[in-house]
């Protein structure tokens, strides 16, 4: 069973603009969450969609953004890019509410210049 | 409000050696744990979780985790370790569900492991 897949792996956006990231889940998995990941902050939640509802969202700007598709697929978008918003974004997923490990595909490193 | 302190940035030990990664949390009511590794420029690879039952948990790879509900603890542990175990290796807490969105992993800020030949 092919893994959580992100696109694109790698991205360099200028401050200001917008960028938007892909995720795949694990086939059949319903739930799909977002981590960002930086030296200084660490892991830290962004949001979790399951069967396309945003249930759950962690301490981040309104810049910040994300959703699901009704094949499992999310995408976030971070508007009007910050310099401290480059880091590597994790989207990890899980089967659905009857299992909590998640599997958590390669990142997408986003660098703000 | 959940937490989890992995108190040790660093561990360092020869191969063949114990290996151990501590990890305390906070968490209302009965935890969730989980393990993971990250290894340079790739994703967090899931290892074991506890759920409930046993308080040894065996995962992937040889390593194993002992949940202790009086010292809030879940450190992390290999038998005799393998270069190839050097990694960043990251302890994770959720709440126990009571409702559909109360899922949310708290990850401590991670320890590197350096397993020397």
């Known amino acids: 069973k092919a893994g959580v897949t992100q696109t694109p792996r790698y991205l360099i956006k200028t401050r200001g603009q917008q960028v938007t990231l892909s995720c795949s889940p694990i086939?059949?998995?319903?739930?799909v969450s977002w981590y960002q990941q930086t030296p200084g902050q660490g892991l830290q939640f962004l949001f979790e969609?399951?069967?396309?509802?945003?249930?759950n969202k962690g301490n981040f700007p309104g810049r910040f953004s994300g959703r699901q598709f009704s094949n499992s697929r999310s995408e976030m978008n971070v508007s009007t890019l910050e310099l401290g918003d480059s880091a590597l974004y994790l989207c990890?997923?899980?089967?659905?509410?009857?299992?909590?490990?998640?599997?958590f595909g390669p990142g997408t490193r986003l660098t703000v210049t | 409000a959940q937490s989890v302190a992995q108190p040790e940035d660093q561990v360092n030990v020869a191969e063949g050696n114990p290996l151990t990664v501590k990890c305390t949390y906070s968490?209302?009511?009965?935890?969730?744990l989980f393990w993971y590794v990250q290894y340079p420029n790739r994703g967090l690879q899931f290892l074991l979780k506890?759920?409930?039952?046993?308080?040894l948990v065996k995962g992937s790879y040889g390593f194993e985790a002992e949940f202790n509900k009086s010292q809030t603890s879940f450190h992390l542990k290999k038998p005799s370790a393998l270069v190839s175990d050097s990694a960043l290796y990251f302890c994770?807490?959720?709440?126990?569900?009571?409702?559909?969105?109360?899922?949310?992993?708290?990850f401590g800020a991670g320890t590197t492991v350096t397993v020397r030949a």
């Open positions: 969609y399951f069967s396309e509802t945003q249930r």
């Open positions: 506890y759920i409930t039952g046993d308080n």
């Open positions: 994770a807490v959720s709440p126990r569900l009571l409702r559909s969105n109360d899922y949310k992993l708290s």
């Open positions: 086939s059949g998995h319903r739930s």
């Open positions: 990890a997923s899980r089967r659905g509410d009857d299992n909590y490990e998640q599997y």
């Open positions: 968490v209302s009511g009965n935890p969730y």
